[in-house]
């Protein structure tokens, strides 16, 4: 059973600071890795991926991929209260799997 | 650029009712397409997943099923509604096996 670990939060942080967000995976295997950002009644919206070991930097976010430690993060600096939703990392495994496994999210909150 | 529709928005049935939701893609060829279905406060549960036209590859055994009569339609569906389908259902598209996933907007169903 293919697993993907979220701590669901709440994760609280003042605006202008850096939120960490941690996911972990049983699937050694595993080939790509994605972070969504969700809000509240909305469908969950892309916001990067990452295939290959080290950091993957995008504006404000930066993928990490540590696959000998089976964990992906994501860093959102200078944190804006239009970053609070919940982040969904996701995973597909290796073979070409059409099917990814889903973390069940961690919410985010970032206060003025 | 590509678009995924899904209608209708939100919808409430009784026990017992049909069920049919709609899925279509714009803008790319031969997608993979997903239905998923979010309960309330829980994560993404994968229903089906299609690679082709009339391919559906279902992932969890219930009373919906799901079709894809064009290459850029899915549709879900359902003969009874039980009051446990309630929630929040999301089509998907992606190009390749392992690559990102682009979620509609999806349909908010309320069973009562």
């Known amino acids: 059973q293919k697993e993907v670990e979220q701590n669901s939060g709440p994760l609280s942080v003042p605006e202008g600071a850096i939120a960490s967000l941690n996911c972990t995976y049983s699937d050694r295997g595993s080939q790509s890795f994605f972070w969504y950002r969700q809000y509240s009644g909305k469908s969950p919206e892309l916001i990067m991926f990452i295939y290959s070991n080290g950091d993957k930097e995008d504006g404000r976010f930066t993928a990490q991929l540590n696959k000998a430690s089976q964990y992906v993060s994501l860093l959102i600096r200078d944190s804006q209260p239009s970053d609070s939703a919940t982040y969904l990392c996701?995973?597909?495994?290796?073979?070409?799997?059409?099917?990814?496994?889903f973390g069940r999210g961690t919410s985010l909150i970032v206060h003025p | 650029s590509q678009t995924i529709h899904q209608w209708p928005a939100t919808l409430v049935q009784p026990v017992g009712s049909p069920l049919s939701l709609e899925c279509t893609v714009e803008?790319?060829?031969?997608?993979?397409l997903y239905w998923y279905r979010q309960a309330a406060g829980r994560g993404l549960q994968l229903l089906f997943y299609?690679?082709?036209?009339?391919?559906i590859s279902s992932e969890v055994p219930q009373n919906l099923s799901a079709s894809r009569p064009q290459d850029r339609q899915f549709i879900l569906s359902s003969k009874k509604l039980l009051l446990s389908d309630s929630g929040f259902y999301l089509c998907?598209?992606?190009?390749?096996?392992?690559?990102?996933?682009?979620f509609g907007p999806g349909t908010r169903l309320t069973v009562t």
């Open positions: 998907a598209w992606s190009v390749l096996a392992g690559r990102e996933q682009y």
């Open positions: 299609s690679v082709g036209i009339g391919q």
């Open positions: 803008g790319t060829s031969n997608p993979n």
């Open positions: 996701a995973v597909h495994a290796s073979g070409g799997s059409y099917i990814p496994t």
